[in-house]
């Protein structure tokens, strides 16, 4: 039918269309995603489970279904019939899942990064600077590790009210970030996999929820929710995220705090090499120490070496295609943003650029 082909012929020149990070930041991103966000979440909020899974076993059920239907008829059809008319099916799926990904978050891949938004000086990434910030996440570590466990941390399913204040506050400090409806974190039919491949979390670009691996440590989750939540600000940037998720969490409370420095101590240290990553780990206090040990036997409980890098490969492919061009390698990029922005005490960024 016409119709079909028009979805298909839209899919494909929405994935070439040359739009201007200003225009989608202005039109979408700050515009039409800015109105969405809020009533999309607030409508998966309602359910614990996640509307991701009904939609990823409905469209594999239906495919599915309809396979072995066309697969029963085919003596009639032909084998060549069959498996184009199989293949033109899958496409038009493909092009409408695609256009719905766009419409209702993907866009976000092409507004404007924050390191162009931001006052960052270039000059001031430095192996000394990144070895000043490692010294820094550890002063701050042995400093709240007693206060952070002895607070708590929330449930598994459970939206923090502190950290999405703080989030609030963050997003704008940072400026030209979606005014959120924080999302609930759901476990997913998908986390297994999850599990398997050291993915912590995921932020379902259709209906705009937060899901979060079962596996994480309660000293882990508030950092990695704040991540997500910052895909829901609009920033599909894993850098972005990663900068304004461990905002959020240093200028919260003492259990999200915690959560954000000790994942940015890992950050850090993974970015140093030689003499300036020596002696680090011996200046944690046994309790950081121990809360990193505890997450190195996690992952080697957990995670399985082929399918993570098989997984983390498909990934990096996934964002370039999408106009992120460090990859996968875009996570460590908030090492950089944090110390080329400047700061005001207390961890507020500079006023953004105009």
């Given at each position: 039918?016409p119709?079909?082909?028009?979805?298909?012929?839209?899919?494909?020149?929405?994935?070439?269309?040359?739009?201007?990070?200003?225009?989608?930041?202005?039109?979408?991103?700050?515009?039409?995603?800015?109105?969405?966000?809020?009533?999309?979440?607030?409508?998966?909020?309602l359910l614990?489970?996640?509307?991701f899974?009904?939609?990823?076993?409905?469209?594999?059920?239906?495919?599915?279904?309809l396979?072995v239907?066309?697969?029963?008829r085919?003596?009639?059809?032909?084998v060549?019939?069959?498996?184009?008319?199989?293949?033109?099916?899958?496409?038009?799926?493909?092009?409408?899942?695609?256009?719905?990904?766009?419409?209702?978050?993907?866009?976000?891949?092409?507004?404007?990064?924050?390191?162009?938004?931001?006052?960052?000086?270039?000059?001031?990434?430095?192996?000394?600077?990144?070895?000043a910030?490692?010294?820094?996440?550890?002063?701050?570590?042995?400093?709240?590790?007693d206060?952070a466990?002895?607070?708590?941390w929330?449930?598994?399913?459970?939206?923090d009210?502190?950290?999405?204040?703080?989030?609030?506050?963050?997003s704008?400090?940072?400026?030209?970030?979606?005014?959120?409806?924080?999302?609930?974190?759901?476990?997913?039919?998908?986390?297994?996999?999850?599990?398997?491949t050291?993915?912590?979390?995921?932020?379902?670009?259709?209906?705009?929820?937060?899901?979060?691996?079962?596996?994480?440590?309660?000293?882990?989750?508030?950092?990695?929710?704040?991540?997500?939540?910052?895909?829901?600000?609009?920033l599909?940037?894993?850098?972005?995220?990663n900068?304004?998720?461990?905002l959020?969490?240093?200028?919260?409370?003492p259990?999200?705090?915690?959560?954000?420095w000790?994942?940015?101590?890992?950050?850090?240290?993974?970015?140093?090499?030689?003499?300036a990553q020596?002696?680090?780990?011996?200046r944690?206090?046994a309790g950081?120490?121990?809360?990193?040990?505890?997450i190195?036997?996690?992952?080697?409980?957990?995670?399985?070496?082929?399918l993570?890098?098989?997984?983390?490969?498909?990934?990096?492919?996934y964002?370039?295609?999408?106009?992120?061009?460090a990859?996968?390698?875009?996570?460590?990029?908030?090492?950089?943003?944090i110390?080329?922005?400047?700061f005001?005490?207390?961890?507020?960024?500079?006023?953004?650029?105009?």
């Open positions: 039918m119709w079909r082909a028009a979805l298909v012929a839209l899919a494909a020149v929405a994935a070439w269309l040359p739009l201007s990070p200003q225009t989608v930041e202005r039109s979408y991103s700050r515009g039409a995603y800015a109105l969405l966000q809020p009533r999309l979440t607030a409508l998966s909020n614990a489970y996640a509307f899974d009904l939609l990823l076993v409905v469209v594999v059920v239906a495919w599915l279904a396979l239907r066309d697969v029963l085919a003596r009639k059809r032909g060549l019939r069959l498996t184009g008319k199989i293949l033109w099916r899958t496409t038009v799926a493909a092009a409408a899942l695609y256009v719905a990904f766009l419409a209702a978050w993907g866009l976000n891949y092409r507004r404007v990064p924050l390191i162009d938004k931001l006052p960052f000086d270039q000059h001031a990434v430095t192996p000394e600077a990144a070895r910030l490692a010294l820094t996440a550890i002063n701050e570590l042995n400093a709240l590790h206060d466990h002895r607070a708590g929330p449930g598994p399913d459970a939206i009210p502190q950290l999405a204040a703080s989030f609030a506050r963050v704008r400090q940072v400026g030209g970030v979606v005014n959120i409806t924080p999302a609930r974190p759901k476990r997913s039919i998908v986390d297994w996999y999850f599990r398997r050291a993915v912590s979390g995921m932020t379902d670009p259709f209906f705009l929820e937060t899901m979060v691996a079962s596996d994480l440590l309660p000293f882990e989750r508030p950092f990695v929710v704040a991540h997500e939540w910052s895909h829901l600000a609009g599909a940037d894993e850098g972005d995220a900068f304004l998720g461990w959020a969490c240093v200028q919260g409370p259990a999200a705090r915690y959560s954000g000790l994942f940015l101590f890992s950050e850090v240290a993974g970015s140093l090499r030689g003499a020596g002696g680090l780990v011996a944690l206090a950081p120490r121990a809360d990193l040990a505890a190195r036997a996690r992952l080697v409980a957990e995670v399985s070496p082929r993570s890098a098989a997984g983390w490969r498909v990934y990096d492919r964002l370039k295609a999408n106009g992120v061009e990859g996968a390698e875009s996570y460590a990029e908030v090492v950089r943003l110390l080329g922005v400047r005001r005490p207390g961890w507020v960024p500079e006023p953004t650029v105009q």
